[in-house]
């Protein structure tokens, strides 16, 4: 990687102002051209040839255009870390248009990816979606979204195919690096931080890939198949909260199949989820060549085709000759398309944004540095100070840094801060800085440079070690094989955490990462990927400059046999089982018992907090009501902080047998709090009654049980600071849905059963009511059915017919249909 210079002059650059407002604002965020203002458009005019074209893409990149009705084109491109826009690819026209760079841009294993970038123009390289993750930074995420948007108005670009917020149940996938969090809330609280501020100066954004995009094993044949209420709470979640935080112009379907539907033909997850239950009314988008079956897709609620395919709109017309898609189905697949139109349209009239790229670099910085996480730091060895005297620097990766992963989320970085170069800057002269690259250029053991480092080592009095990742093993399309780092790069840190106490390791990794010497060295901080404000990012954190307030987004597990996917990932045969349910990240640690190498939410830093005084504005919360909740976070150390507060809902440990089970804790809602030395600051959140249920698979609908539950503040999932009890009066349950072969006993505790049955039973056999309900309470003891348990006890075969018409009534009556 070059030093710290531009790599290119790109398209030049204009003044820029800060961004105008947060990105965490609870409410659903219109902007520009909100679908909830739109009318439906006019297609009388359009021929059943121009709808086909109308929701189907025109080369890579675009919508088709139709000039006659003055119906314009949507220009798209890749995101969301930056801006990948290659000239060469977007105005050719043909679903050939340079198909091998399109394979080069989403096929790791062909390597060619750097020769894809070569062709883009230089932009911004923000942090990976996983780096800014750690920041738990809504508004720096929104600041990021502005930025991006500032680029993309720049080229002419009108939708950011991105964010991406699936999440991170296995550290494998190779994707990783671009979703944000293993916890739904976390994910999409981001995400609606990074798309308001897109939207709100004038770029979609494309939030993908829904759903269960988890692995990139047979991505585009795989069926992931996951529980109904793992699928609503944790994979569905994190989608639906984004939707309504943000309002998405568009919305990408996913590769995958997900329980045996391919998602971009799945019309209960597109019609059903997305448009009836959400209520989401923009604009629903494949990802690139990700329909299989057009006519399925576009009755199913897969609006646009991307990109171009005309095997694919050949098969369609023939479906809509012959009556198999109706025309209804089409126009309104036209409408939404036509929706996206018209919001670009409208953003095109916004005032002109700036793109800025110096101070887009000085964001890239910010945010790097604001996503460090230090893991380690033993004595305080961290932050150096001028008076540590000889540095020595070692790995390559302080000179040609690795600053995100690769597939479509690659961008061409406009410059690189070099980390040694910086580490020169920042320290000043008072500082002997050597540098040694300790292993083969090719990242193996070479035996002489090893031992030459750790001779160099020996006589320094501070040694920064610069690991990583093997480079392109992992990213789109490819899954990590483990969760080490280079070979030589263990090795060499072992050797020289046994020869010396004063080690800083920095680490620069997709997703987590296994770490067999963290007990042995002084200091260990996560960088992530992350861009190309890296090299001043980690000059700053360890030099003192910024205090690292980063903390991790997932958890970091002791060994990858301890990862909650671990049994059923990648999947055998073509599908994909998703073994842990709801318990996926912390959630699966603390059911486990099992101690991670770090914890969610972990994070160190120089400065010292202390939480105090929680306050809740009730003790009991009732149906239709808010929680307020209050405490106050104060900086006792010596410098600047930022601290992230956790807000969890605990709940006590219950019985093997409880039904329905529970995570021991779930994250709510976070804050980010900056504080000078002494300062204190009262943190306030409220949560809904939504935040308190769970969702009931019987009932098809989210449901909060009557208990006592904790309300706990922390500064990781497993350092809760602040914690106090709560009731929670729960919902009206639909009693259970009964049959034949329901126990009795749970028969009898229903209403209306009773009596019924008693009825029922007594002109069966003749016995007098009381009679009959004394032989009805005899049998709730029984484990079998209630048809065979009354068989049984009455010495004769009931009539099967009418104990259902009895049950039915039953039903009924209690309002189950």
Not at 125 to 138: K, L, N, Q, R, V
Not at 370 to 388: G, I, Q
Not at 618 to 642: A, C, E, K, M, W
């Amino acid at each position: 990687m070059p030093s710290a210079r531009a790599l290119g002059e790109g398209v030049g650059q204009l003044g820029s102002k800060a961004a105008e407002r947060p990105g965490d604002e609870p409410a659903a965020r219109h902007g520009c051209g909100s679908a909830a203002d739109d009318r439906s458009p006019d297609l009388s005019a359009l021929t059943r040839d121009d709808k086909i074209d109308l929701v189907s893409g025109r080369g890579l990149w675009r919508t088709a255009s139709l000039p006659r009705h003055h119906i314009r084109s949507v220009l798209m491109t890749d995101g969301t870390n930056g801006v990948r826009f290659v000239p060469a690819q977007i105005d050719d026209v043909g679903e050939q248009a340079d198909l091998g760079a399109f394979l080069d841009t989403v096929d790791t294993a062909r390597g060619e990816t750097a020769l894809l970038l070569g062709r883009s123009l230089p932009m911004t390289c923000f942090p990976s979606g996983a780096t800014m993750g750690c920041s738990w930074d809504t508004a720096l995420m929104y600041e990021v979204g502005r930025a991006l948007a500032a680029e993309c108005r720049l080229l002419g670009v009108q939708v950011l195919l991105g964010p991406g917020i699936n999440l991170r149940r296995c550290p494998l996938a190779g994707r990783g690096f671009e979703y944000c969090s293993e916890d739904p809330v976390l994910t999409a609280d981001m995400a609606a931080g990074l798309i308001n501020g897109l939207q709100d100066h004038g770029v979609g954004a494309s939030l993908k890939h829904l759903a269960c995009n988890n692995s990139e094993v047979e991505r585009t044949s795989m069926d992931s198949v996951v529980e109904r209420r793992a699928l609503h709470e944790l994979y569905l979640y994190g989608f639906e909260r984004a939707i309504a935080r943000s309002d998405p112009w568009t919305v990408m379907t996913s590769y995958n199949r997900l329980n045996g539907v391919q998602t971009s033909a799945d019309p209960w997850l597109l019609t059903d989820i997305v448009r009836k239950r959400w209520g989401y009314r923009g604009t629903v988008i494949s990802d690139w060549h990700g329909i299989q079956d057009r006519p399925a897709s576009l009755l199913a609620g897969n609006d646009l085709d991307m990109p171009q395919s005309d095997a694919r709109k050949r098969r369609l017309r023939t479906a809509l000759a012959e009556g198999r898609v109706p025309d209804a189905a089409l126009d309104g697949a036209c409408r939404n398309v036509l929706r996206l139109i018209e919001r670009c349209d409208r953003a095109a009239a916004m005032p002109p944004l700036a793109a800025d790229f110096d101070a887009h670099h000085a964001l890239a910085r910010k945010i790097a540095a604001r996503s460090c996480v230090l893991l380690v730091n033993r004595d305080d060895l961290l932050p150096l100070t001028a008076t540590c005297g000889h540095w020595l620097v070692i790995g390559s990766g302080a000179m040609e840094p690795r600053i995100q992963g690769v597939g479509s989320a690659g961008v061409n970085p406009r410059q690189c801060d070099i980390p040694l170069d910086m580490l020169r800057q920042t320290a000043g002269a008072g500082v002997q800085l050597s540098y040694h690259a300790g292993w083969a250029d090719d990242g193996s053991i070479d035996p002489q440079r090893r031992q030459e480092a750790l001779e160099m080592a020996a006589r320094a009095d501070t040694v920064l070690v610069f690991a990583g990742t093997p480079p392109d093993v992992s990213g789109e399309n490819a899954d990590r094989p483990d969760l080490a780092l280079i070979p030589a790069h263990d090795d060499f840190i072992a050797a020289l955490a046994g020869i010396h106490p004063r080690v800083v390791v920095v680490l620069t990794h997709p997703d987590a990462v296994i770490l067999p010497w963290v007990g042995s060295v002084g200091a260990v901080i996560s960088a992530g990927y992350a861009g190309q404000g890296f090299g001043g990012a980690i000059a700053d954190i360890l030099l003192g400059v910024e205090n690292p307030s980063g903390k991790l987004p997932v958890t970091w597990p002791a060994r990858l046999e301890d990862s909650p996917a671990f049994l059923g990932y990648p999947g055998e045969h073509g599908t994909h089982l998703y073994r842990e349910g709801i318990f996926v990240g912390y959630r699966y640690f603390d059911a486990r018992r099992i101690t991670p190498l770090f914890p969610f939410g972990f994070g160190l830093s120089y400065t010292r907090f202390s939480y105090h005084g929680l306050r809740l504005d009730r003790s009991v919360l009732g149906r239709n009501q808010t929680l307020s909740i209050s405490f106050t976070i104060r900086n006792d150390g010596p410098v600047y902080g930022r601290e992230i507060c956790q807000l969890y809902l605990g709940r006590p440990e219950a019985p093997r047998r409880a039904i329905p089970a529970h995570p021991r804790r779930a994250l709510k809602s976070f804050a980010c709090v900056a504080l000078a030395p002494g300062e204190s600051r009262v943190v306030d959140f409220v949560l809904t009654r939504r935040d308190f249920a769970y969702f009931d698979v019987v009932l098809d609908e989210w449901f909060v049980p009557e208990a006592v539950l904790s309300i706990e503040i922390g500064a990781s999932s497993r350092d809760i600071l602040l914690q106090t009890e709560l009731t929670v009066a729960g919902d009206s349950a639909l009693p259970r849905r009964l049959d034949l072969h329901t126990p009795p006993g749970i028969v009898m505790e229903t209403p209306h059963a009773a009596a019924e049955l008693t009825e029922w039973l007594a002109a069966e056999t003749g016995a007098a009511p009381a009679e009959a309900l004394a032989i009805l309470d005899r049998c709730r003891t029984s484990f079998l059915g209630l048809h065979d348990t009354l068989s049984w006890s009455l010495g004769r075969e009931l009539d099967e017919g009418a104990l259902i018409q009895v049950l039915e009534r039953i039903n009924r009556e209690n309002g189950i249909p």
